[in-house]
């Protein structure tokens, strides 16, 4: 857009306003400090759960298993809001010709992003849920079926978020003159 016929004070304001974006990256770099939380508590749980490998029974390594792969889903999740997010609202990755770049980078919009979001809540939240179907009727087990009933309503209201946002997007493109 051309700066003819707009004023100082009013080219001033726009500056700061785009410039305002750059607020945005102390909090991806907080993010990224998230990740190392994640990585630590990972470790933690494998390294707790290692010496008892060869006991340690069926059902438990299950749980183990999915916890682990819980947080990793969650430590992806961090990394894609951060990717993506620095590119689509602070400035795009200038990393040169780099061959360990994700073929995912630079190329989800904020709707991906969205859709990769509520995708992985879904799988995160499915996850939680099976953990808990899991230590039904198990000795030590603390599980109410009110507790339950909240598990599966969230993860439901994930689903079904996540079929709109993705009909949402569909009926757009389709909408969309360019298509």
Do not use: C
Not at 27 to 55: E, Q, S
Not at 80 to 96: A, P, T
Not at 143 to 163: D, P, R
């Amino acid at each position: 857009m051309s700066t003819v016929g707009k004023n100082r004070s009013e080219q001033a304001f726009e500056r700061v306003l785009f410039a305002s974006r750059w607020l945005l990256a102390p909090v991806y770099l907080g993010l990224a400090v998230l990740l190392l939380l994640l990585l630590v508590v990972f470790l933690r749980d494998l390294l707790g759960y290692l010496p008892r490998a060869l006991t340690l029974p069926y059902q438990d390594a299950i749980l183990v298993t999915l916890t682990l792969i819980d947080l990793a889903l969650v430590a992806n999740l961090v990394v894609i809001v951060i990717f993506s997010g620095y590119e689509n609202f602070v400035s795009k990755f200038d990393l040169g010709p780099r061959d360990d770049r994700p073929t995912w980078m630079g190329k989800i919009d904020f709707s991906g992003l969205k859709i990769k979001l509520i995708g992985s809540m879904v799988g995160i939240s499915g996850i939680d849920l099976l953990k808990r179907f899991m230590e039904i009727g198990r000795e030590h087990a603390n599980v109410s079926w009110e507790e339950l009933k909240w598990l599966i309503t969230l993860h439901l209201v994930f689903v079904v978020s996540g079929v709109l946002l993705a009909a949402m997007d569909w009926l757009k493109e389709r909408a969309s003159p360019h298509h």
